[in-house]
């Protein structure tokens, strides 16, 4: 009976030997909270929202300034307050009536359809080319493009006019979107990268299997690319969105309802302007701007994803 008390006692001792340390090593609630709570505390993470909270409030700075204009009556406009002195909502109202801006908006969203579809697939069409196919010169050739990208947008603007005006397509929309069917030289090797990314196995399975080149193109190729394609689509809408140049040179012309955005802005600036005997009604132009921003706006909330995929996957092959 003593041993078998003695060795109870002793297994009582060695659970309490291994017990004891757990217990003490643990962390109270309010210990473990006053630790994450001292982030605030630390020199750099102060510096770093800081800056961010600097930045963040200088790029949205412009929004807010144009969203307070667009509130405001003429003569305040320019006054430089975030909170208008007179509000002014029927402002968004008038717009209607002063511009033709829904007749410049839908301009603007079928040519940049066009122009941002038709620069996914040619340029996707030459990627996949340069991706999979092994020919002589390739390299050279890809070399080649990727020069184009050094010559100045003012280089090309003349030789490109006179061929439009030899076409007689000066005047139309043609000119703003047409040059996309022959692709991009940044989108060409944007692509190019993300094909050179997917398995050649899967090609040649399709291959194997009596797929055309123009079946693999589609059925696999594409497919497989949705991210990146997204990415090229949503870059060249807003390029085409926001061109100011080319629809000056080709479209300035016509009729004002059939401007694009930009230039359809650019038309109020000039037809309100004192100078050209206008009566100053810059608050008309700021709705007009602000409207005009929010498709975009909506249109990169939707493509985040894609970007955020497009990201992760080149992690992923790197």
Do not use: C
């Amino acid at each position: 009976m003593s041993n078998a008390s003695a060795s109870s006692a002793a297994q009582t001792a060695g659970l309490a030997d291994v017990t004891g340390p757990r217990t003490s090593a643990r962390r109270s609630p309010g210990s473990r909270h006053r630790a994450g709570g001292s982030w605030w505390r630390r020199p750099g993470t102060v510096v770093i929202w800081a800056l961010l909270i600097v930045l963040s409030a200088v790029f949205v700075y412009p929004l807010v300034w144009l969203l307070a204009a667009s509130l405001k009556p003429r003569g305040e406009v320019f006054d430089n307050r975030l909170i208008p002195q007179t509000f002014s909502p029927q402002n968004y109202a008038g717009v209607w009536d002063q511009l033709p801006l829904l007749s410049w908006a839908l301009n603007s969203i079928a040519i940049a359809v066009l122009a941002a579809g038709f620069v996914v697939i040619s340029s996707a069409l030459v990627a996949f080319g340069f991706a999979y196919f092994r020919f002589p010169a390739r390299n050279l050739l890809f070399g080649l493009v990727l020069a184009t990208m050094m010559l100045p947008g003012a280089v090309t603007m003349v030789p490109q006019y006179l061929i439009w005006l030899k076409l007689g397509l000066v005047g139309t929309w043609v000119p703003l979107f047409g040059a996309n069917l022959f692709g991009s030289a940044f989108y060409i090797f944007l692509q190019r990268q993300f094909f050179l990314g997917l398995p050649r196995e899967l090609f040649e399975a399709a291959r194997v299997d009596g797929a055309s080149y123009l079946a693999m193109f589609t059925r696999v190729a594409l497919p497989l690319s949705i991210p990146s394609l997204v990415i090229i689509f949503l870059f060249e809408f807003q390029a085409s969105w926001n061109s100011l140049q080319a629809a000056l040179i080709y479209l300035n012309a016509g009729s004002v309802e059939g401007f694009t955005v930009p230039l359809g802005i650019s038309y109020a600036m000039t037809k309100y302007s004192p100078t050209a005997g206008g009566q100053g009604d810059y608050q008309y132009v700021m709705v007009a701007a602000l409207l005009v921003t929010l498709p975009m706006l909506a249109l990169f909330a939707f493509g985040q994803r894609y970007f955020i995929e497009g990201v992760a996957t080149q992690g992923r092959k790197g």
